[in-house]
């Protein structure tokens, strides 16, 4: 740890500003302190910490390695359906067995299956479980898929795609068609996963019943910090020493690496599948707090979107990824949010919920023209000194 | 009882209708009218056939059009002396009476001594069917055409005749080959005799339309029978064997159950009913209810409930097997000829032999015109990212630029066929200043960083898609096809394409040729190849490499502002159009090969038609054939990293 700290300067300050943001919002919180800080708004912030998550495992791939991945959000939406499944069904459980309570015969186990397949998958047409529900019974079993899943994914495709040595624009494009097949795939209704209506009523945590919103949201956004602190001391952790060395190595000549002896294939696909196992844990954190998780949420665009918060804050850099994400969706959430103040300009007034997609767009334009290194690059103005070479 | 007060009071009316005899010799038709006056006057569905066979079998040349007055309501009857007349106008007052016979005027009445006859719904419908014989032979080549069709919806066995005698007078061809056709089906459907059907179904091998195919399957229609021995006389199609996919095991027993044949099988649910049913005190005979939460002990309580003689015993799983083996279960047509049953089976296996050949054409049709889609939408991307490496993902915006160009100049100029000649060159020229605008002001500065170009255009796709949605609102917008490319061109009953489609396959064909010619044969084309090679070789050749990117930039946004415009005719026209076709585009790129127009060709071919295929293997689901056309794009690549036409020697290295 204490060499860790030496390598990577930023992981006590990032831990630090962590542990105070999470006094802050304890502080603030309605159910422990002042009540300063809405449910709503704690939520916000923990989807916010959990963006963090996945934008740092975007950067091991795309900073850190140059694989840019415009799947990521396959991963993360993965992980979130992986919890959404237990949720759901423990859930739909409760609810069923107690109104099959009322019956006159006591339910068989058989009934009671039934009954929940048929709660579950009416609005779908369905009214058995789909083999892929075998375990979402137990969340012990369903927690293991949220790693499981996406890193399985994340080991199949890589390893195919490495292999084949397809690198730069096309592994990009590679990545994408991973996301929008696996979107339209979950958009059919009879895969098993709802289809469009995806997974809802994620925020009831089942035998919790009794335990307000103002306090789960807040046990939620302490363990969202929790696992940003976690990811991003594993990341400065994988990232310094030699193994970092040599990933730096393969982003900036791939040849020269591979000459020189390594497993190039060996060293992507290992950062390919810890990436997409910290992604599939951040959408499993993410999606309890949005409460609804459907295909749309692994539409290509939002991972498009990743790759702009990272270049935003400046990849290559952990906290260029925390800090692009935190702020560029912060920033959406109070712009489209209807919060911002409209401009008026005599002729024509500024709505900022329609005009900030434009502006972000053209920030991303400006930002990749004028400032190469994004917003992590203004640490370097302040401390002379670059993190990441 | 009825019917005999009805023929006393027909007798008696007969008798004091002196009018009838009076008139017999010059007025035919109010003869037979007043023979049968009652049945006329107050006409019911059940009777009034009786009228109309003697008025058809009199030949009058006056009973179509007075059929067609009767039906239409249009018959009075003078309260006087019960005559039968036509009404000159029916609002006048008083009412000019008109002879049926002769149509002169007969004099006048006041409304209240005529009585207008009603024919109701049932007698319309009778008379109508009545008036089909006059209609065929009409001279009206409509009218014929409309009686066939009445025939056809709802044929009769007696109506065979008709068109028969219709087909020795009838010269129009079209319409003699819908009678011919029309009497084949009918002979096969209510022959007489079994050869002549046998022939009729023969001759009927090849024709693949949806009236024959209609024609045929009713004779194939089976029903499940059951009986201790297979039955001698019926028309077997298939002996079924219980606990197979055809008849599963339950099923078949079930059958047995409703023909009488076995007792009935206690199903979980039917238990559950009955132990419901017999609950006393929180107890079923002594046995506690909560302790029924499986089935085990629920199967034991209905045991004991059938001791107690409370519920039917269910038979076991041995009865059941005993029960299904003691029995025969066939599928029986309901065609009771077994020589029209096999040959009508031969023909609709030979018929759907054919259609299966022909659907596989249709199918290729689709996979080129949906080639021929992705081919436009992918071409510029072939310029831009192929040739150039540029990684355009506003390319879909420009796309989508074009498609509103075409909506805003019809918006101008309603005649559609000049307003799409006008929009195409506009959106090139629209599309070519946007595209050499953001070169010039973006990508220009980005050409090292080509992953950066990714990021810079995705918010230029962004911020572009959002101002279209600001001006022109988030719906989608119309942008119709002249007539001559609504409609499609039919083969025949299976294959056919629509105009559009082919005018797109057209369109693709062109741009292939008119590109090919630029890069191989132009000067441009030259240097363009040069610049993108080795740029500074090329400007140490005289060649400015700004002027040819910028150049060549503009080509692929121009470009696909053209396709834009084809693909706003047939695509909805919103904002997101573009962002539709990105990710495939890339793709038709990525698999064809990147760096000539020859691999985007190959590309669109072959994803446009393995889709069309998944598609034909389930052809309900598109998002499926989608997800697995991806799918096997992400596995092409991994086997063939450079494409289908991958380039060799030194253009490669770039």
């Known amino acids: 740890m204490g060499n860790l700290i030496k390598t990577n300067r930023s992981v006590p300050i990032v831990l630090a500003l962590l542990a105070g943001f999470a006094l802050l919002v304890t502080v603030l919180s309605e159910a422990y302190g002042s009540g300063g800080l809405s449910v709503s708004l704690t939520k916000t912030l923990g989807m916010t910490v959990c963006l963090c998550i996945i934008a740092l495992s975007m950067d091991m791939v795309w900073g850190y390695s140059g694989i840019l991945s415009l799947g990521h959000f396959a991963f993360f939406a993965l992980g979130g359906y992986m919890i959404g499944m237990w949720l759901m069904y423990a859930r739909t459980e409760d609810v069923i067995a107690a109104s099959l309570a009322q019956g006159q015969l006591p339910a068989t186990p058989a009934e009671l299956n039934d009954a929940i397949a048929v709660q579950i998958f009416g609005v779908v047409g369905g009214d058995s479980f789909p083999w892929m529900w075998a375990f979402s019974h137990s969340l012990v079993a369903q927690l293991a898929l949220v790693v499981l899943v996406p890193g399985i994914l994340a080991f199949v495709f890589g390893w195919l795609a490495f292999r084949s040595r397809v690198t730069g624009v096309y592994l990009s494009i590679l990545t994408q068609a991973m996301t929008l097949a696996l979107s339209l795939y979950l958009f059919q209704n009879d895969t098993g996963l709802r289809g469009n209506n995806g997974l809802s009523g994620l925020q009831n945590i089942p035998g919790a019943e009794a335990i307000p919103q103002s306090q789960i949201s807040i046990w939620f956004l302490w363990a969202s910090i929790a696992a940003l602190a976690l990811a991003y001391v594993f990341a400065a952790w994988v990232m310094s020493g030699k193994f970092g060395n040599v990933i730096r190595g393969i982003r900036d000549d791939e040849a020269r690496v591979r000459f020189l002896g390594y497993s190039v294939e060996g060293y992507k696909l290992f950062v390919f599948v810890v990436s997409a196992i910290m992604a599939g844990v951040a959408g499993a954190l993410y999606y309890p707090q949005a409460g609804i998780i459907n295909p749309d949420e692994l539409a290509p665009i939002a991972s498009i979107y990743l790759a702009v918060w990272v270049a935003i804050g400046g990849r290559g850099r952990l906290y260029g990824a925390v800090i692009g994400a935190a702020v560029v969706s912060l920033l959406s959430t109070w712009f489209t949010g209807g919060r911002a103040p409209d401009i008026n300009l005599g002729f024509y007034t500024i709505q900022w919920v329609d005009w900030w997609t434009v502006l972000l767009g053209l920030g991303f334009v400006l930002v990749t023209l004028f400032a190469p290194k994004g917003l992590g690059g203004l640490v370097d103005l302040m401390t002379r000194k670059g993190e990441a070479k | ?654």
Not at chain 2, 287 to 303: K, T
Not at chain 2, 343 to 351: D, G, L, Q, R
């Open chain 2, 1 to 654: 009882m009825t019917r005999l007060i009805l023929a006393a009071l027909a007798a008696l009316s007969f008798l004091a209708s002196p009018v009838a005899s009076q008139d017999a010799p010059d007025a035919p038709l109010q003869t037979i009218l007043q023979t049968h006056h009652d049945l006329v006057e107050s006409a019911s569905r059940r009777t009034v056939q009786t009228v109309l066979d003697d008025l058809i079998a009199s030949g009058l040349p006056e009973v179509p059009a007075f059929l067609e007055r009767w039906q239409a309501r249009e018959l009075y009857m003078r309260q006087s002396d019960g005559r039968f007349v036509y009404v000159q106008d029916e609002d006048a007052d008083p009412l000019v009476l008109i002879d049926i016979d002769s149509g002169a005027e007969i004099g006048t009445a006041g409304s209240r001594e005529v009585d207008q006859l009603r024919a109701n719904r049932g007698v319309q419908t009778v008379i109508g069917a009545a008036l089909v014989q006059f209609q065929l032979l009409s001279p009206d080549i409509a009218t014929r055409a409309t009686a066939l069709e009445a025939i056809d919806r709802a044929p009769e066995p007696d109506q065979m005749p008709l068109i028969a005698t219709m087909l020795e007078a009838e010269t129009d061809p079209d319409l003699r080959a819908d009678a011919e056709s029309l009497l084949l089906r009918m002979t096969i459907a209510f022959g007489e005799d079994e050869a002549e059907r046998v022939a009729a179904i023969e001759s009927l091998a090849g024709r693949i339309d949806v009236q024959t195919r209609a024609a045929l399957n009713p004779l194939l229609a089976t029903r499940t029978g059951v009986a201790s021995q297979l039955p001698e006389d019926a028309n077997i199609a298939a002996v079924l064997e219980p606990g197979s996919d055809a008849l599963p095991r339950l099923e078949a027993y079930d059958i047995l159950v409703e023909e009488g044949l076995a007792p009935a099988f206690v199903s979980a649910d039917d238990r559950r009913e009955t132990l419901i049913a017999n609950i006393e005190d929180g107890q079923i005979v002594g046995i506690q209810v909560h302790s029924l939460d499986n089935e085990e002990a629920r199967i034991a309580a209905y045991a004991a409930l059938v001791e107690a003689g409370l519920a039917p015993v269910s038979p076991t799983d041995e009865e059941v097997d005993a029960a299904l083996a003691a029995h025969v279960f066939y599928e029986e047509y309901r065609e009771a000829s077994a020589a029209v049953t096999s040959a009508a089976e031969e023909t609709v296996s030979a018929i759907n032999t054919r259609v299966s050949i022909l659907e596989m054409v249709d199918l290729s049709l689709d996979g080129i015109s949906l080639a021929s889609i992705y081919f436009l939408a992918a071409i510029g991307l072939a310029i831009t990212f192929g040739v150039m490496g540029v990684i355009n993902m506003a390319h879909g915006e420009f796309i989508m630029m074009g498609a509103y160009t075409g909506y805003v100049v019809q918006t101008i100029v309603p005649d559609y066929t000049v307003s799409i000649v006008i929009a195409l060159p506009l959106a090139f020229a629209i599309t070519f200043g946007a595209g050499v605008a953001m070169e010039r002001t973006v990508i220009r500065w980005l050409y090292s960083r080509p992953l950066e170009t990714l990021l810079a255009t995705f918010g230029i796709s962004i911020a572009l898609q959002q101002i279209t949605r600001q001006i022109f609102g988030a719906q989608a917008r119309p942008f119709t096809a002249p007539d001559w490319l609504a409609g499609s061109l039919s083969f025949n009953d299976v294959v056919a394409i629509s105009y559009i489609r082919i005018a797109i396959f057209v369109l693709g064909v062109l741009f292939f040729c008119l590109l090919w010619l630029i890069l191989n044969k132009t000067r441009l084309g030259l240097e363009v190849r040069a610049v993108t090679q080795n740029p500074s070789m090329a400007s140490s050749m005289g060649i400015n490499p700004d002027k040819i990117n910028m150049l060549t930039f503009g080509l692929g946004s121009g470009i696909a502002g053209i396709a834009g415009v084809a693909i706003g005719l047939f695509a909805q026209v919103t904002p997101e159009l573009g962002a539709n076709y990105i990710v495939q585009s890339f793709m038709t790129v990525v698999v064809g090969g990147v760096g000539n127009i020859f691999g985007t060709l190959a590309g669109a071919t072959m994803i446009g038609f393995f889709q069309k295929g998944v598609e034909w293997l389930n052809p309900s689901n598109t998002l499926a054939a989608q997800t697995y056309m991806i799918l096997f794009v992400i596995l092409f690549i991994q086997f063939r990293p450079k494409g289908i036409v991958a380039l060799k020697g030194r253009a490669a290295e770039m």
